[in-house]
């Protein structure tokens, strides 16, 4: 099992920026990737982005160039940097772990952008 908790939620008006945090624990060995999704009200959960044991990294077409993904140098900690926020990136955000059999998700953060 791997656990994951998120932080670093918030409001903040547009243009300004966010950090969110994840920490996971357990059977961290079993992660082959670890990344973030968001869900809006009323919209389907979407991938915004994630970065595997190698370090590749993909994200949402809206999101690059805007949001990082990176890893903490304690290797279970991933942390997203959002520049540039826009209203339209309020949502809650969720960590999400892929493992080769499980999938794991945290307990999501709220995310508010105000224009």
């Known amino acids: 099992q791997v656990q994951l908790v998120e932080s670093g939620g918030g409001l903040v008006q547009a243009g300004g920026s966010l950090r969110l945090s994840c920490a996971a624990s357990?059977?961290?060995?079993?992660?082959?990737?670890i990344g973030w999704y968001r869900q809006a009200p009323e919209k389907q959960r979407e991938l915004v982005a994630m970065?595997?044991?190698?370090?590749?990294?993909e994200y949402l077409p809206s999101v690059k160039g805007r949001f990082t993904i990176s890893r903490g140098n304690a290797e279970n900690t991933v942390y997203l940097q959002m520049d540039n926020l826009k209203p339209e990136d309020t949502a809650v955000y969720y960590c999400?772990?892929?493992?080769?059999?499980?999938?794991?998700w945290g307990q999501g953060t709220q995310v508010t952008v105000s224009s």
């Open positions: 999400n772990a892929r493992a080769i059999y499980s999938t794991y």
């Open positions: 357990g059977n961290t060995f079993s992660i082959n990737s």
């Open positions: 970065i595997s044991g190698g370090g590749s990294t």
